[in-house]
């Protein structure tokens, strides 16, 4: 349903030139958003969808060891959407060994991600609500290192941003000023505490993404933010109850269509249309998600079975793999209570195998990779090379 545009034009003077920016009006949309039919067909599927992979992390021999992996992987793709370059292995390997060359900013980006999930989602256990205040505080995280840690970590703008060109004239869009952020992200606020109106989850978090994204309420990292505040809702409305849904890796695939989709809503008013890709990347990387734990799982159990019968320090370390796939002869010393000669004998034996594999290829220093499993954690995530961002400042 195409309803106009959603929100008014306000002319704004920065940088030397006039512009119209953008304010939406609050949420929910008005005429509200057709849930019957097809959409209502889709919320079912995607519901279902979060309900089996919920289940299937109940089962898990070690939820945690997926855990770990899966929100790395969501950081690494949210990431990869605003034009860093670093994969999953980058950041795996950056968290026991140090930062690969020529990565530094990238890898920092990835890794306060990864920090600022943790920390929104420890909030939430502990009933603090989904506020302003909270935001501010995960931004803060999220931008505490890298390219953005000048812009104004964890404080709504102070000055004018704009979404693609080189200034506002030019800008493909230019969000809500920055003496109008406030209110507009307070009434945010309002709607995800269903207020006016109670918001069956799903909608709510597809409704409050744009909004975020369309109000962008700081300098930097609205866009990693935004895609948060997804998981964040999820979790806290129960839907969820681990993030195990790496929705980013939809947006990748799709990101012009993404891009596009969040403008039209604010152009023509079409949330329907939006909400039908966004219930299809739930449905899509949901089931996804389902696949691939079993398939870690199978490779777990073949390769356990595989090593039957080797040395107890070769059998805890194929066990410390699954959780950390990355080693070098003395973190498998220290993780597996050995010495270093003993550590290196399993390794080898390992590698005779071919369950690990040497990446570096150096006489010294060497790191070990558990190439299956990170081929399967892999997919989806490489980065997307030659490409740069959308300016989101």
Not at 27 to 52: C, F, H, K, W, Y
Not at 307 to 319: M, N
Request: glycine share 8%.
């Amino acid at each position: 349903m195409k309803r106009g545009l959603t929100g008014h034009h306000v002319p704004i003077s920065t940088v030397g030139e006039r512009a119209q920016a953008f304010v939406p009006h609050p949420l929910p949309p008005q005429p509200p958003v057709d849930v019957d039919g097809e959409m209502g067909v889709l919320l079912d599927e995607a519901s279902t969808a979060l309900g089996r992979l919920d289940g299937i992390f109940s089962l898990l021999p070690d939820p945690a060891l997926f855990l770990y992996t899966y929100v790395r992987k969501e950081a690494v793709l949210s990431s990869q959407i605003e034009g860093t370059q670093s994969s999953l292995s980058d950041l795996l390997r950056h968290e026991v060994e140090g930062t690969p060359a020529g990565l530094e900013a990238d890898v920092a980006e990835v890794s306060c991600y990864v920090d600022a999930m943790q920390h929104g989602l420890a909030l939430l256990e502990k009933g603090a609500p989904l506020s302003l205040r909270m935001i501010r505080e995960i931004h803060g995280r999220l931008l505490s290192h890298g390219r953005g840690s000048t812009k104004m970590p964890g404080e709504f703008k102070r000055s004018q941003n704009w979404i693609g060109g080189s200034r506002p004239g030019d800008a493909r869009f230019v969000p809500t000023p920055p003496d109008m952020t406030l209110e507009a992200m307070g009434a945010l606020e309002k709607f995800i505490h269903n207020d006016p109106v109670t918001t069956r989850p799903l909608l709510k978090a597809a409704l409050a993404h744009v909004q975020f994204e369309t109000i962008h309420p700081f300098l930097d990292g609205n866009g990693r933010l935004g895609r948060l505040l997804i998981t964040f809702i999820l979790c806290k409305e129960g839907v969820l109850q681990q993030p195990l849904l790496y929705l980013s890796l939809h947006f990748k695939r799709h990101r012009d269509r993404y891009y596009e989709l969040l403008q039209s809503v604010r152009t023509d008013g079409d949330w329907e249309e939006w909400l039908r890709f966004f219930l299809e990347g739930v449905i899509e990387t949901a089931s996804e998600a389902v696949t691939t734990a079993r398939r870690l799982l199978d490779l777990f159990h073949r390769d356990r079975d595989r090593i039957q019968g080797a040395a107890a320090s070769v059998l805890r370390l194929h066990e410390k793999l699954q959780r950390q796939p990355l080693v070098s002869a003395a973190q498998a010393a220290k993780v597996i209570g050995v010495s270093i000669p003993t550590a290196t004998k399993a390794i080898q034996r390992l590698e005779e195998f071919g369950i690990l594999s040497e990446i570096t290829g150096g006489s010294y220093g060497r790191f070990y990779a558990y190439a299956a499993y990170l081929d399967i954690l892999n997919e989806g995530a490489e980065p997307l090379r030659n490409e740069t961002s959308t300016n989101h400042q």
